[in-house]
């Protein structure tokens, strides 16, 4: 019922920018958090940012300074700005959203991934 779709990755020179959106779409109630994660090849997922419903936000130690996550909940939509981007930001970014959907049932949805590339 509910689906996040993802788009602006792409391959871009280090020290470059990319601006990373997110809209969840379908039987949406309320969305509570809203982050993006990235995977590398032979690594664990992990968190990049995130940002609350009350628009708190989270942030990697490695990004923190370089990265800067908002949300539009007019467009229920999230993005992740990308800049100074390293070469071991290369990953396959997930989105991922925490919601109430309109049966009220609470649960956690992902999209399908978009790769960034950082180049040398």
């Known amino acids: 019922q509910v689906q996040l779709v993802e788009s602006g990755g792409g391959l871009v020179q280090a020290g470059g920018s990319l601006r990373l959106s997110c809209a969840a779409s379908g039987s949406i109630f309320s969305i509570n958090g809203m982050g993006w994660y990235r995977q590398a090849p032979g690594k664990q997922r992990e968190l990049v940012a995130r940002?609350?419903?009350?628009?708190?936000?989270n942030y990697a130690d490695s990004v923190k300074g370089r990265f800067t996550i908002s949300r539009d909940d007019a467009k229920d939509t999230v993005y992740l700005q990308m800049n100074r981007l390293k070469p071991e930001d290369t990953a396959v970014y997930y989105c991922?959203?925490?919601?109430?959907?309109?049966?009220?049932?609470?649960?956690?949805?992902w999209g399908q991934g978009t790769q960034v590339t950082v180049s040398s």
């Open positions: 991922n959203a925490d919601l109430w959907d309109t049966r009220r049932n609470y649960d956690e949805y």
């Open positions: 940002i609350a419903n009350g628009m708190t936000t």
